[in-house]
């Protein structure tokens, strides 16, 4: 069966809340991993209607969107290519910043 993987990538890109709201984006070998400015902007009914997303989830600082082998390269091939994203792998994505764990003159961009 053949997929349309560029609109697959760009259907989530807009559930997700936009290219603007994707920081970084890297993939295991079933689910995409992201980066993302600002979670709460995530459709995730209408991300998780998308041909091939099979489920999705925030955890660890990070919102990972179920696809499956053999197709999530394909897709995640097609996010970078609309957002410029550089390739990464897991362990480049930024972990998230406790800032609860900053001193007073600090902030997320110190570190």
């Given amino acids: 069966m053949s997929h349309d993987y560029s609109a697959i990538a760009r259907d989530v890109l807009q559930s997700l809340g936009g290219v603007d709201n994707v920081e970084q984006a890297a993939h295991c070998v079933t689910r995409l991993r992201l980066s993302l400015k600002d979670p709460k902007k995530v459709d995730v009914g209408t991300l998780n209607q998308i041909d091939l997303v099979k489920g999705s989830f925030f955890t660890g600082g990070l919102y990972q969107v ?46």
Wanted: net charge negative.
């Fill in 66 to 111: 179920v696809i499956g082998p053999g197709d999530v390269e394909k897709v995640y091939a097609a996010l970078r290519e609309q957002t410029g994203l550089a390739a990464m792998t897991i362990a480049d994505l930024k972990q998230p910043v406790s800032y609860t764990h900053l001193r007073a003159h600090e902030t997320r961009e110190d570190l």
